[in-house]
């Protein structure tokens, strides 16, 4: 192992090299006049990956965005790794907010910063490094592995479960490495034990035929964009507590033991606050912040319209409103049954004089929990405890990365999730970064990982 951290460290200017090649590709993957770039960053993967010592480095054609996969199973008897991630990026809106150019990386106080660079495309590379070092050095690797590196991950990967029903002889792996997740801070790494999953509605509410002239009619006709406001009010309590009838009801509720190791984990709330520019938290008073982010459901309205809205005055009462409303899952939930509870409230609270119709989005994902007893968790407990000299710290994540959970449901491959990006990489914002202490250390351990994960 000592050889293969020595080829890392002599190496580390191609490294960053090639990370700033893979983000010069504007792989927005909801943006259609990208396709070129998406299918010339696959191949680059590809490339990549057949020229570090993988075997059989593919380009899959989908009805969306390709997928790459490559292998090396040249261990038998040991343990098979599946290292997933995504070369998709998210729109750069909006651009005038960003320091420098979003596809032309530059380092600044020891951060890279560009779109992708700490989701996903910085920790993708991380394993395809640490795979590389490995058989430059040694000719061999102490595991099996197979990538898997998908472009339509910020749309929900609409075509990977399908990928997967059809690949499973391929994929076959019994353990899924997922880095697509944060440290806790600098030097200080972190394991991801928990995700929220998601499901999003868009609702629509409709009065009269047409828009009306409001005092004409004012007083006399439901006001769509108003009778939307009341029906979304009903959804939480002044408190944020969900009061959808039995959308609760299956909630994992958390052991004394659970909650007890959430208030160990030094989390300064005032200090999170400030980050994101608020005067203080909201939400259920009865439980903590983390337990709040991490393992209470939630849901959110992320946008809200109808009538008019341009400069000036115009006096309408509208036609119709609308709103989207996504919901963060808490582990043993489904979306398919939040779904279902949300859109038959709101069905039952619309006001007479308008109707609703509510239609499921696509996309979403179940919610996950690091299985108990996951012997791997060990391994990479003390993969990442050598190299950031600091043992881990097990967190949660109130975000969802759902092929997590098809891993499980249609692989049956539990997974690990051991995530290199820091709380202000700014992922989906202007400024996006990663910060380079993380992803050469960060190699280091994923290099210890593998021959952990051997024993």
Known sequence: MKAILEHLSAGQDGRLAQLTEFLRFPTISCDPGQGGAMGECAAWLAGLLARSGLHDARVHATSGHPIVTASWRGAPGRPTLLLYGHYDVQPVDPLELWLSPPFEPVIRNERIFARGAMDDKGQVLMHIHAVAATLATLGRLPVNVVFLIEGEEEISSPCLPDFLRAHGELLQADLALVSDSYMWDEGIPAITTSL???????VTVTGPDRDLHSGTHGGAVANPVEMLARMLATLKDAQGRILVPGFLDDVYQPSERERA??????????AYCRRIG??????????????????????????????????????????????????RLAPDQTPDLAADQVTRHLHAVTPPGVTVE?????????????PPGLSALDAAKRALSESFGRDPLLVGE????????????????????????????????????FYLPGFHVGTDSLVRMLHYLAE
């Open 358 to 370: 509510v239609r499921r989005l696509a996309g979403g994902g179940l919610p996950w929990r690091l």
């Open 261 to 270: 190791a959430l208030l160990a984990i030094p989390f300064d709330r005032e």
């Open 196 to 202: 929220r999953g998601l499901v999003a509605l868009e």
């Open 398 to 433: 109130g975000a969802s990365i759902p092929i997590v959970g098809d891993f499980q449901a249609l692989l049956g491959i539990p997974s690990l999730l051991v995530g290199f990006g820091l709380p202000d990489s700014a992922p989906h914002s202007p400024n996006e970064n």
């Open 278 to 327: 608020i005067a203080t938290d909201w939400g259920e008073a009865d439980y903590g912040l983390l337990e709040r982010l991490w393992l209470r459901p939630t849901i959110e309205i992320n946008g809200m319209w109808g009538g008019y809205s341009g400069p000036g005055v115009k006096t309408v009462l509208p036609s119709r409103a609308h709103a989207k409303l996504s919901m």
